[in-house]
């Protein structure tokens, strides 16, 4: 049988030999396919073809909206990823005001600073170079920690200082801040639900939303600049400095003072350090008027110790 197979191969390839002379190589081709049908592609519908080394996009990174200022005549903007800001320059009675409705989507952008980078007591600068060096977006002047050696003080969740004396702001990480009396309360338990910054300077001006009425026993009731923090709810905060000490801005008692945050729809809200530290600065520049005292003349800057400010994460 393998014998007859062979011979049949021999006689085929001395026909074809022949028709090559005679018709060419097409025509063979024809036959060819005639006699040895081509092979059948079979489409598979659920097969999934595999990807190519050289055609495979690469996910793209999200976009990180940039920072955007905008000033006008009475007031500053600034927007970026991790929050927003809106300043207004208002007169309140005879007091001009500076009030910052802050919207914070990111707490690692609310930061503090000390003068010159370092909790040494006696080390003070003016607000306006600590903003700079941080890139502060809005920069407002602190406790004056330096001023006292007592108070619980806590920056950028460091705890620098624990001798307990008065109440104190607490601000977290979370976005929430509390009012809290120093010589109640663990620091170490604080630390550990996420606190952020402390300020020990005072009194309350806010409570559940309600004003301090009573500030009898405060030794700068009476009106003069102001510097203060309040809270509407956790991520929204209110920044309020008021000039004083001056013939068109009068300054506030600490009574009028808590109204106005109150009237913003503050829950709880805290005064700073005032009087010639209070300050608001914005991209680096003051844009309130300070007060001066007998070290420093009107709208220069005192030397401080401390800023609570706003910077891109």
């Known amino acids: ?25 097409s025509q063979i081709d024809e036959m060819a396919q005639s006699i040895v049908p081509a092979p059948i592609l079979y489409a598979f519908p659920d097969a999934t073809p595999m990807p190519s080394a050289t055609t495979t996009e690469a996910t793209p990174s999200p976009t990180i909206k940039p920072l955007e200022v905008f000033t006008s005549e009475d007031g500053w903007k600034a927007e970026c990823e991790a929050f927003s800001i809106e300043v207004e320059e208002i007169y309140i009675g005879a007091s001009r005001c500076y009030i910052a409705d802050v919207m914070i989507r990111d707490m690692a952008c609310m930061r503090a600073a000390y003068a010159y980078d370092t909790f040494e007591s006696k ?20 406790d004056y920690y330096s001023y006292r050696s007592d108070g619980i003080i806590v920056r950028n969740g460091s705890l620098d200082r624990n001798r307990p ?39 309350t001006l806010v409570r559940d939303g309600k004003a301090i ?23 929204h905060f209110i920044f309020i400095v008021v000039d004083g000490r001056q013939d068109d801005s009068h300054g506030m008692t600490l009574s009028h003072y808590a109204q106005v945050f109150e009237d ?20 680096g520049e003051p844009i309130n008027q300070p007060s001066g005292n007998l070290a420093v003349a009107q709208g220069s800057e005192r030397t401080i110790s401390d800023i609570l400010f706003l910077a891109e994460p």
Not at 10 to 23: D, G, Q
Not at 130 to 137: Q, Y
Not at 169 to 198: C, F, N, P, Q, S
Not at 264 to 283: K, P, Q, R, T
């Open 1 to 25: 049988m393998k014998q007859i197979a062979c011979w049949r191969l021999i006689i085929l390839a001395a026909c074809m030999c022949m028709l090559v002379s005679c018709t060419g190589c």
């Open 123 to 142: 080390r003070r600068e003016v607000s306006s170079e600590m903003a700079k060096r941080w890139n502060a977006v809005i920069a407002i002047n602190g």
């Open 165 to 203: 004396k008065r109440e104190m702001l607490a601000i977290y990480d979370d976005g929430h801040m509390e009012i809290v009396d120093e010589t109640k309360v663990d620091i170490e338990l604080l630390m550990a639900r996420g606190l952020l910054h402390t300020f020990s300077f005072g009194p």
């Open 213 to 235: 009425e009573d500030f009898s026993s405060s030794k700068v009731k009476n009106s003069n600049p102001r510097t203060g923090v309040g809270q509407i709810e956790p991520g």
């Open 264 to 283: 913003y729809g503050c829950e709880l809200a805290y005064n700073f350090d005032g009087g010639a530290s209070s300050e608001m600065i914005f991209l």
